[in-house]
């Protein structure tokens, strides 16, 4: 027996084996079971989401020799005829290659004849929006006046261009996409009653390609079993497809979290090697990051168990406002391959692009699980105050690349540094201190800084932030208590030095009141859902506080509008601020000036980066 492809084999020949469309099934399963049957049914939907299928079963449901019902029997001549395609009163028509009235004219004429086989005459029209006008014409006549014995099932992808007049005689299904974890699913059941191996990563794959068609899925099934022998690996399903393995990304984020330039340069390395398409990586990326941010936010939004666990370990990696920003670049390094010398070098400035504004964290802290700190190499990205108001834009390269020590601490009684925002640089003495852990503690790693990383941050694009280095515990102890004692909570969680979400839960609170060992915080509704994420966070934020002011204290968190401002909201006043007074720099800036009077240019003020 020849080989029959995987879509016309697996097509589903009844209700119960469909997969997806449960709302068009259910409605026509009672339509069918009470007899209340129209005339006309029209249904719309992309490719490939099962509009044929479900017009082949309703066409058995309406010629079972065992009687009219949801559960045609599959057995009998009319249900096996129908199957085979070749009843003589189901007519499949496509509209795109036969759209001219003659057609519909033949077609039609036909219709008033009483059934040869069957029970009713079953048209499908499939893209009828594609039909002429006076076909259309044609068509109304018979479905205003249809004999009691014909059935029309329309199938459209563009319900738009549908004559009123042919809409309002027709009752309409919207067959919905499927959704990604429908077609693994399905995917899956296929291979397992085929007995052909595969490896769960390169079903998603596949879904993902054939961007909700069940059809498209199981074509693309189809030849990645051929291309990899009769097994379906995710390795050569990703060489197919020519997307690139969720391996590949991941490590990108590992050595983000990492802050290791080396392991990126490595996975860019490892790319060119196989010809992966630096193009669809970054496009991958920007998708992942996506999701990654997603899940921060809805973890249940992600259906797929397996992918959320992935990407729930990289959500407690990175910020919040990191992950939007990666995103950006992501996004925008797709656009500058086309302008780089070649897409390596571009894909790789991407990539340490995305390194270099990767605020600097302290790693060992239980947000970053798995995170830095192993394997990283730290950067300093040395502060480039905006000096007498000039843009950062056009700052001279940074030159103080001195080596600085950290002492990334594994026990919580660490205190570490604070972001240190660049509009609030340090004096480069602050920047250099190099602080011994106090001996009870290990010092994980002293290390220099990445000289790559911060060239490609000089030259590519500015550094968001430089942040000063967990530092010893006395230090900030200090300045957490006088923070405290002002009741300056931006202040307190920036001397804190949390990390990771923690810190964006700290950072969307408001202080209310401190006493008796108290201290009373309000989040921000809208965030509410971050207590959810981490259930341990407010613990950790009072722990730190405690150890860093030397007292225990009792941390209370309510939520609820925000009365005053929280830090983030403090930050991006101010961010705001700092752009409307760079804008007011740049546009008396001599050289701007010069520019725009002798090139004609404009300031696109989107772009202007504050550093
Ligand atoms: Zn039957």
Redesign the pocket.
């Known amino acids: 027996m020849s080989y029959q492809v995987l879509a016309r084999k697996w097509r589903p020949k009844s209700f119960e084996t469909l997969v997806g469309q449960e709302h068009v099934v259910r409605a026509l399963t009672h339509a069918l079971a009470t007899g209340r049957l129209h005339h006309a049914w029209l249904f719309t939907g992309t490719r490939g989401v099962g509009k044929t299928t479900i017009s082949r079963i309703l066409a058995?449901a309406l010629n079972?020799?065992?009687g009219v019902s949801a559960t045609?029997?599959?057995?009998?001549d009319?249900?096996r005829a129908i199957d085979a395609d070749r009843f003589p009163d189901y007519v499949e028509m496509d509209a795109a290659s036969n759209r001219g009235v003659d057609d519909m004219a033949a077609l039609l004429d036909r219709a008033v004849y009483a059934p040869v086989a069957g029970r009713y005459k079953v048209y499908m029209i499939d893209e009828v929006h594609m039909l002429t006008g006076h076909a259309f014409n044609a068509m109304l006549k018979t479905l205003e006046e249809p004999p009691e014995h014909v059935k029309f099932i329309l199938a459209t992808t563009d319900p738009q261009k549908i004559p009123v007049t042919v809409l309002s005689r027709c009752l309409q299904f919207n067959l919905k996409q499927m959704p990604q974890g429908q077609i693994v699913e399905h995917l899956a059941r296929v291979l397992e009653a085929e007995a052909t191996p595969f490896e769960a990563g390169a079903l998603r794959h596949l879904a993902h390609a054939a961007a909700g068609s069940m059809r498209d899925a199981l074509s693309l099934l189809d030849q990645a079993i051929a291309h990899g022998a009769g097994r379906v690996l995710e390795e050569q399903v990703t060489h197919m497809l020519g997307t690139v393995g969720d391996d590949h990304l991941y490590a990108i984020l590992d050595a983000l979290a990492a802050s290791d330039a080396d392991a990126l340069l490595a996975v860019a390395d490892g790319m060119e090697m196989r010809s992966l398409s630096f193009d669809a990586a970054l496009q991958a990326l920007a998708t992942l990051l996506g999701r990654v941010a997603l899940v921060q936010f809805a973890p249940a939004a992600v259906a797929d168990e397996h992918e959320r666990a992935r990407l729930s370990a990289q959500a407690g990696r990175f910020d919040a406002e990191y992950l939007q920003l990666a995103y950006q670049i992501a996004i925008h390094g797709r656009d500058e391959l086309a302008l780089a010398p070649d897409e390596y070098t571009g894909f790789t400035m991407s990539l340490l692009r995305l390194l270099a504004f990767r605020p600097e964290q302290p790693t060992a802290s239980s947000a970053a699980p798995g995170g830095g700190g192993t394997g990283g190499k730290a950067r300093v990205l040395p502060v480039q105050p905006m000096a007498g108001g000039k843009p950062a834009a056009v700052a001279p390269a940074p030159k103080a690349e001195a080596p600085k020590a950290i002492a990334a601490m594994t026990k919580p009684t660490a205190v570490h540094g604070g972001d240190v925002p660049p509009w609030e640089a340090l004096p480069p003495e602050a920047e250099m201190q190099v602080s011994d852990a106090p001996p009870d503690m290990p010092k994980k790693r002293v290390s220099a800084e990445n000289p790559g990383a911060a060239q490609a941050a000089a030259g590519a694009q500015r550094k968001p932030a430089a942040q000063s280095e967990p530092v010893a515990a006395t230090a900030d102890g200090a300045a957490v208590a006088a923070a405290f004692a002002c009741a300056d909570w931006r202040e307190v969680v920036r001397a804190l030095g949390l990390s990771g979400l923690t810190r964006e839960l700290a950072q969307h609170c408001e202080w209310i009141g401190y006493g008796d060992g108290d201290l009373r915080l309000r989040l921000s509704d809208i965030y509410r859902h971050l207590l959810e994420l981490d259930a341990a966070m407010p613990a950790r934020i009072e722990g730190e506080l405690g150890r860093a002011l030397g007292h225990p204290l009792k941390l209370h968190i309510e939520t609820g509008a925000i009365a005053g401002q929280t830090p983030a909201q403090r930050d991006e006043s101010e961010r705001r601020a700092r752009h409307a007074q760079a804008m007011a720099a740049l546009k008396s800036d001599p050289f701007v000036l010069e520019l725009i009077e002798r090139f004609d240019a404009s300031l696109n003020e989107d772009t202007v980066k504050l550093l």
Do not use: R, S
């Open positions: 058995k079972c020799e065992a045609p029997c599959g057995q009998c009319a249900c």
